[in-house]
């Protein structure tokens, strides 16, 4: 399993989106992305080479992310609690947003880089 996270942006971008949209999203990044990322998604070329994407064509929407494939060990502290979880990866969740004149790929090679 993989630990997903998004990037701040993308966050404000998911939000904007229809609740419809929003749950759809929120399932592939449940039953796709965080168990099998590299496979879900297309993989893209550069400048986002080592980056992936996946589609909403219905809805004109790209999602773009990135994989990190090293085992990390998540401590999560709870009601007093240590929690340990090994997770295969990280996947980054750089941006969201329409095809439509390529911005969200824009925004994704921006966000990328930092």
Known sequence: MYNVNFH??????LKKLDPRIIRIIQRDVKEKLALE????????RAPLSGCYKLK???FNLRLVYTVKDEKVTIVKISDGREV?????????ILA????TRERVYL??????EK
């Open 84 to 92: 340990e979880q090994e997770v295969e990866g990280v996947v980054s």
């Open 37 to 44: 990322p590299k496979t879900s998604g297309e993989p893209l």
């Open 107 to 112: 925004d994704a090679v921006k966000r990328k």
């Open 96 to 99: 969201i947003g329409e095809r």
């Open 56 to 58: 909403y064509k219905s």
């Open 8 to 13: 701040p942006k993308a966050v404000k971008e």
